[in-house]
């Protein structure tokens, strides 16, 4: 049974950093794709990037391009997003999310497994 929790969302000041990280319980991390997904208030939920499960990229979302990077470690069964330079537009919920494996485009039903979601605001 696998399980993801994410951590470290908060407020921040636009320019500014963050890095959210998501914790898998469960075997075999190291073949699953992990994704990051982010939901705004009123909007629907969007992809933001994933990775095939030896780190490279899957695919990315519009709003991970040149600020956002995905990093995974197997050794210890998590995956971050580590967030610069935020706008207030990057205000959301994140989720982390697994799939058995990696489709070259953000489809959300690839995804079996989700995360409750950590909150980011930026102001």
């Known amino acids: 049974h696998v399980q993801l929790v994410e951590s470290g969302g908060g407020s921040v000041r636009t320019g500014g950093s963050l890095r959210l990280s998501c914790v898998f319980s469960g075997r075999y991390f190291d073949t699953y794709c992990m994704g990051w997904f982010r939901q705004a208030p009123g909007k629907e939920r969007e992809g933001v990037g994933a990775v095939y499960s030896g780190g490279t990229s899957a695919w990315e979302g519009d709003s991970m391009k040149g600020r956002f990077t995905i990093s995974r470690d197997n050794t210890r069964n998590t995956v971050d997003l580590i967030m610069n330079d935020l706008k207030p537009e990057d205000t959301a919920t994140y989720y982390c999310?697994?799939?058995?494996?990696?489709?070259?485009?953000?489809?959300?039903?690839?995804?079996?497994?989700w995360g409750q979601g950590t909150q980011v605001t930026v102001s």
């Open positions: 999310a697994a799939a058995v494996y990696c489709l070259g485009v953000p489809d959300q039903s690839n995804f079996a497994y």
